[in-house]
């Protein structure tokens, strides 16, 4: 099993352009997250989906947008990237209703010049 | 007011000793979970150890407990004998009554000394 898969790993991107993240779990997990993570500031929340076709505002969605077609994937879009979006993102998934940990997948490091 | 506060941007330990991380977290709701996580220098976040607000008995996982005083709402990690591959960034974390969401706190970079 691959648990929680992330493309791509890397990515550089100039002002303006757009690219999608795409997150991928074998977990039949629920409940799907996309973090971001600046130095000094752990972890923020930037959308989630409770389940296939819902999605929800975290604590920094400005500049993003998500979807959930399907269970199993979480993509996470930048319409207009901005240098201020310069991060290392990180999806999550967890079972629902339930207090269990967060599996996390490797990380997308996005740089925006 | 932050939800989950981790007042030590970072440590020292000597290896083989103990340490203890520091966690505060603020909330209303009676019933949340608490975790910690280690993210080591390759990136992955790992997860460590979770405590229930309801649980009577401090969680243990190893070398890791959770020392968790409730009324002063706190969740400390402590990381007994220490070893080089406990240095890593380390996260605390809670989540509140409704199951979704998870706040983190901005984390404590631990380095261990041979």
């Known amino acids: 099993n691959a648990g929680v898969t992330q493309t791509p790993k890397f990515r550089v991107l100039k002002t303006g352009q757009s690219m999608t993240l795409l997150c991928a779990q074998d977990m039949n997990h629920e409940y799907m997250y996309w973090y971001r993570q600046d130095p000094g500031m752990g972890l923020r929340l930037i959308h989630y989906?409770?389940?296939?076709?819902?999605?929800a505002k975290g604590e920094v969605p400005d500049g993003y947008n998500v979807s959930r077609l399907k269970k199993q994937n979480f993509l996470l879009g930048l319409e207009s990237a901005a240098p201020s979006q310069t991060s290392v993102y990180f999806c999550?998934?967890?079972?629902?209703?339930?207090?269990?940990?967060?599996?996390f997948g490797p990380g997308t490091r996005l740089t925006v010049l | 007011a932050q939800k989950i506060t981790q007042t030590q941007p970072g440590m020292f330990v000597q290896e083989k000793e103990a340490v203890t991380l520091d966690c505060t977290y603020d909330?209303?709701?009676?019933?949340?979970?608490l975790f910690w996580y280690k993210q080591p220098s390759s990136g992955e976040m790992i997860f460590l150890i979770y405590?229930?607000?309801?649980?009577?008995q401090n969680a243990t996982e190893g070398r890791y407990s959770l020392n968790f005083q409730k009324a002063r709402k706190s969740a400390n990690l402590v990381i007994s004998a220490s070893q080089l591959g406990d240095s890593a960034m380390y996260f605390c974390?809670?989540?509140?009554?409704?199951?979704?969401?998870?706040?983190f706190g901005t984390g404590t970079k631990l380095q261990v000394i041979p």
């Open positions: 999550a998934t967890q079972e629902a209703l339930s207090y269990n940990e967060q599996f």
């Open positions: 909330t209303s709701d009676p019933s949340y979970g």
């Open positions: 405590q229930g607000s309801y649980d009577q």
């Open positions: 989906s409770v389940g296939e076709g819902t999605t």
């Open positions: 974390a809670m989540r509140e009554g409704g199951y979704q969401k998870v706040t």
